[in-house]
């Protein structure tokens, strides 16, 4: 039943496939991805239909599922820090078999199912309380820092080790150098559409910004005064 199931659902290519917000299936390590808490990744490619249901599960290193999705979403909640891979897994809830997916149960014992290519995921903890981040000097030909965000996008390209202005926000810093044009090294792209041949530094520098921020109620002018009976 459960071969004749999938058969018929072949036909539509992806299944279940799950790709991070912070992740695309090309080039460059992408360092740091989330801060600790609730992370949402973009689930895209699932079959669709009353009866089809898609989870996300985090696995660890031995491949046991730590964190679950709730059904057709891509969010999940208290992850702590640590290094993850995204799997999204798939099946028809109306099947005779149905999967025991569940946190502490070994992904690779998880079957009557469809399971997508896993996604390296890194979630990381504070390590600067300032908005303001220096870069240690790169030795390579016309250096320039990279600054991408957690999903691998360019933010800042500049000849300066120092980025200013930064949000509470996860931060990777990456150095391209030599000489003349390098294709996709742009604000805006995304670092894995970039060369490696490009980057002197292709494992990036992580910085997770927390900058403390102080809720309006307490952080206004405050004046004392003495009530008098």
Known sequence: MIQKYFGAIKTIQIIGLIMATSVLALGQNLGCNFKPG???????????????????????????IRYKSGMNAATIDNVTVGSYKAVAVTWDNTQTNVPTLEVGVNL????????????DLSICDCNTTTNSITVPVSLGINPQYVLT????????IQTSTTFSG????????????????????????????????????SIPLPYVVCVPECAPVICLPMTVVRLVK
């Open 149 to 156: 965000n957690g999903r691998g996008v360019i933010q800042s």
């Open 166 to 201: 930064l949000a509470n926000e996860v931060y990777n810093v990456y150095v391209a150098c030599g000489m003349g044009t390098k294709p996709n090294l742009l604000v805006g792209s995304n670092i894995k559409l970039v060369s490696t041949s490009d980057l002197c530094e």
């Open 38 to 64: 609730t992370i949402t990744l973009n689930l895209t490619g699932q079959s669709q239909g009353a009866n089809i249901v898609t989870y996300v599960v985090l696995v660890d290193g031995g491949n046991v």
């Open 108 to 119: 690779n014992s998880v079957d009557h199912c469809w399971k997508s290519t896993s996604v």
